[in-house]
Structure formats: structure tokens, C-alpha cells
């Protein structure tokens, strides 16, 4: 794939601190992070593609496509049992 044909470089979170998309909890200190990282999410252009990387990759931790883990897990069973 061309660099520049990766939708990765229209991502709203290009040049935030990865850092944010990972945080060690939802609750407690870390629901702030959490809902700051799906405000970034929320105004993304490829948020869509960013989600699907990440169901497609079984990635389990962090905040993909404005989603945490336990989103992911929530979809990936109303979808399997759809």
C-alpha cells in the first residue's frame, strides 16, 4: 500500500500522544482519558476504517474507531449472535 493511500494519515488523532488511546482503566481517573480519546474519535474522518483495523486484527487493548475493548467485545457478541 502507498503511504500516502493509508488511511491512517487522515486520522483526527495523527499527532496526539498515543498515549491517550490507551488508558489502564474505564473507570476511576481513567474514564476522563477514555472519554477524552472518544471525543477525538467522535470528529475523525476514518473512524470507521480505524474500527474495522481493529476488529479485523483482534487488537484488545486500547480505544480504536472511538471504541474500548469492552465496546469491541460488546459488538463482536451482538454480531455473532445477529
Known amino acids: ?6 488511511w491512517r494519515q487522515d486520522a483526527a488523532c495523527r499527532d496526539d500522544d498515543p498515549e491517550l488511546f490507551f488508558p489502564i482503566s ?10 477524552q480519546a472518544k471525543a477525538v474519535c467522535a470528529r475523525c474522518p476514518v473512524r470507521t476504517q480505524c474500527l474495522e483495523y481493529a476488529l479485523d486484527n483482534g487488537l484488545s487493548h486500547g480505544i480504536f ?15 455473532r449472535a445477529a
Do not use: I, K, N, W
Open 65 to 79: 474507531g472511538g471504541m474500548t475493548e469492552s465496546d469491541r467485545r460488546t459488538l463482536a457478541r451482538r454480531t
Open 1 to 6: 500500500m502507498d503511504y500516502f493511500d493509508d
Open 26 to 35: 474505564e473507570v476511576g481517573p481513567g474514564a476522563r482519558q477514555t472519554a
